[in-house]
């Protein structure tokens, strides 16, 4: 079956909001770092608009969500790889090559999610090399 959103919203923007739609229907993630990786699919202004949806269509109280969202926003935590303290060339410097980088990337990706203090610098390319080292055995 269709989504309602199929009649309604132009072909363009039909996946965005399909996104949108699956977030207002099914229950938010429990785990703050989870909470974070649905800011690779929505923007914390849409999200921030999604709980104010589910607020009035579920009369839900979300405000943690909201003080949770608002937290990360002001101390810039980071939620997607463009957010992280080292680019492509420290990973090739390191010696990673092709489908490599995007595996790492995530993995920091991921170790930042649950620890954002750890995307500085040093420490991300320390976590690098450790992955590294441990992909050559």
């Known amino acids: 079956p269709q989504s309602w959103s199929y009649f309604f919203i132009p072909r363009i923007l039909h996946q965005p909001f399909l996104i949108f739609e699956q977030f207002l229907y099914n229950k938010p993630p429990n785990y703050f770092a989870e909470f974070k990786r649905i800011f ?68 920091l990706l991921d170790a930042c999610l649950y620890s954002p203090e750890k995307n500085k610098k040093d420490e991300l390319i320390k976590l690098a090399i450790d992955d590294f080292k441990q992909s050559l055995y």
Request: aromatic share 14%; glycine share 6%.
């Open 40 to 107: 690779a699919f929505l923007s914390p202004d849409e999200w921030n608009a999604l709980l104010d949806a589910r607020r009035i269509l579920f009369n839900e109280d979300n405000c943690f969500l909201k003080y949770f969202t608002a937290k990360i926003t002001s101390e810039n935590q980071p939620y997607k790889i463009s957010m992280l303290n080292i680019s492509g060339t420290d990973l090739k410097r390191i010696g990673y090559t092709g489908k490599q980088l995007g595996i790492e990337f995530n993995r």
